[in-house]
């Protein structure tokens, strides 16, 4: 009896015991199926250094799928500190990250890399503080400029779009197809397989990092490489909740966000891009065309100005952003030497 009742003692005591009392548990919540290339490429490597950094200082649990966290409720979902680092695409809240959808103007050639770094440039300069201040960016996905693909082609200029239904995922790309007298649709990433298949839709504005994860080499067949906008998505914490951190627990953090680990991760994207692109060429019944560059140079000219000109309307100096975006560009593409 005394026995059992020394070990109830000390197995009270080590609950108690600074260790376990100072442990904390970061669930990260990506809402993507396991599966998706994200999580094996950036997710959960850079969840596994933090945590082999943390040692027994906390953890962070990584939890995959839309039931937890998905692309409407990211923002709710981690203030409600339902879980405490989420992943989000910011375009998917125009509303809410207005300044933030400068990355995804189009017409401005540059890696994922080089929009990781100017866009957390921006960032580091207080450029996007009135819609992310509440936030702790741990690092953000750059996502590169989408081309344009279409089911039953062919794709060799963007007037190739006239008449045809075609799934993009900003205002601006949704000026360009209507331009070209197409028809803009907003339908989600996850659902555009299936509008292609149904022929609701006849194409799409996309990178090449989706198709491998959704398939999306068996619905299209002519490709058209055309810097046509990019997105930023972002890993972050609110900014109480990485206040509350423990000492310990947020230089760890530290040690694992910021713009270096942005670019990195811009990299990993660009690698993945690449290996998107080399996947569909290599399907049977895929044509990847080039847009001519004149063609490009004239779009750039007569679109541009009006896209730009929508742009700062939309969003309060959006006209000052629009120049530090491109500047800040221009300094990222000279460092990674494009």
Same mark, same amino acid.
């Given at each position: 009896? %005394?026995?059992?009742?020394?070990?109830?003692?000390?197995?009270?005591?080590?609950?108690?015991?600074?260790?376990?009392?100072?442990?904390?548990?970061?669930? =990260?919540?990506?809402?993507?199926?396991?599966?998706?290339? /994200?999580?094996? %490429?950036?997710? #959960?490597?850079?969840?596994?250094?933090?945590? $082999?950094?943390?040692?027994?200082?906390?953890?962070? $649990?990584? &939890?995959?799928?839309? @039931?937890?966290?998905?692309?409407?409720?990211?923002?709710?979902? /981690?203030?409600? +500190?339902?879980?405490?680092?989420?992943?989000? @695409?910011?375009? =998917?809240?125009?509303?809410l990250f207005p300044r933030s959808m400068i990355a995804g103007v189009p017409f401005i050639s540059g890696s994922a890399e080089a929009n990781a770094?100017?866009?957390?440039?921006?960032?580091?300069?207080?450029?996007?503080?009135?819609?992310?201040?509440? =936030?702790?960016?741990?690092?953000?996905?750059?996502?590169?400029?989408?081309?344009?693909?279409?089911?039953?082609?062919?794709?060799?200029?963007?007037?190739?779009?006239?008449?045809?239904?075609?799934?993009?995922?900003?205002?601006?790309?949704?000026?360009?197809?209507?331009?070209?007298?197409?028809?803009?649709?907003?339908?989600?990433?996850?659902?555009?397989?299936?509008?292609?298949?149904?022929?609701?839709?006849?194409?799409?504005?996309?990178?090449?990092?989706?198709?491998?994860?959704?398939?999306?080499?068996?619905?299209?067949? +002519?490709?058209?490489?055309?810097?046509?906008?990019?997105? #930023?998505? @972002?890993?972050?914490?609110?900014?109480?909740?990485?206040?509350?951190?423990?000492?310990?627990? %947020?230089?760890?953090?530290?040690?694992?966000?910021?713009?270096?680990?942005?670019?990195?991760?811009?990299? &990993?994207?660009?690698?993945?891009?690449?290996?998107?692109?080399?996947?569909?060429?290599?399907?049977?019944?895929?044509?990847?065309? +080039?847009?001519?560059?004149?063609?490009?140079?004239? !779009?750039? +000219?007569?679109?541009?100005?009006?896209?730009?000109?929508?742009?700062?309307? &939309?969003?309060?100096?959006?006209?000052? !952003?629009?120049?530090?975006?491109?500047?800040? #560009?221009?300094?990222?593409?000279?460092?990674?030497?494009?």
């Open positions: 009896m %005394r026995n059992t009742l020394m070990a109830l003692c000390l197995a009270a005591t080590t609950a108690l015991s600074p260790i376990a009392a100072s442990a904390e548990k970061l669930t =990260f919540g990506t809402g993507n199926v396991i599966i998706h290339p /994200i999580n094996q %490429r950036i997710f #959960m490597p850079w969840a596994e250094e933090v945590n $082999a950094q943390a040692g027994d200082t906390f953890e962070v $649990a990584v &939890r995959h799928g839309p @039931m937890l966290v998905n692309a409407q409720n990211y923002v709710d979902r /981690i203030t409600d +500190d339902i879980v405490q680092i989420a992943w989000g @695409m910011l375009a =998917f809240k125009p509303g770094m100017a866009f957390c440039a921006l960032h580091e300069a207080g450029a996007l503080d009135e819609e992310l201040g509440d =936030f702790v960016p741990l690092f953000f996905v750059p996502f590169p400029q989408s081309s344009a693909h279409l089911n039953g082609g062919p794709l060799t200029t963007l007037s190739d779009l006239g008449g045809k239904k075609i799934m993009v995922g900003s205002p601006t790309a949704s000026t360009i197809v209507s331009h070209f007298g197409g028809t803009p649709l907003s339908i989600v990433v996850p659902e555009q397989y299936q509008a292609l298949s149904r022929s609701t839709a006849d194409g799409n504005f996309m990178t090449f990092t989706a198709f491998p994860a959704f398939n999306l080499d068996e619905v299209t067949t +002519d490709h058209l490489k055309v810097p046509l906008g990019g997105a #930023m998505g @972002m890993v972050f914490m609110t900014r109480d909740r990485y206040d509350g951190l423990s000492d310990e627990a %947020r230089a760890v953090i530290d040690a694992n966000r910021g713009c270096d680990v942005s670019r990195e991760m811009g990299k &990993r994207v660009d690698q993945w891009e690449a290996d998107g692109k080399a996947y569909v060429a290599a399907q049977d019944n895929h044509t990847l065309n +080039d847009i001519d560059p004149a063609e490009f140079e004239a !779009l750039r +000219d007569e679109l541009g100005p009006v896209i730009n000109a929508n742009f700062a309307e &939309r969003v309060p100096g959006g006209a000052e !952003l629009l120049e530090m975006w491109a500047a800040e #560009m221009e300094i990222a593409r000279a460092a990674t030497g494009e």
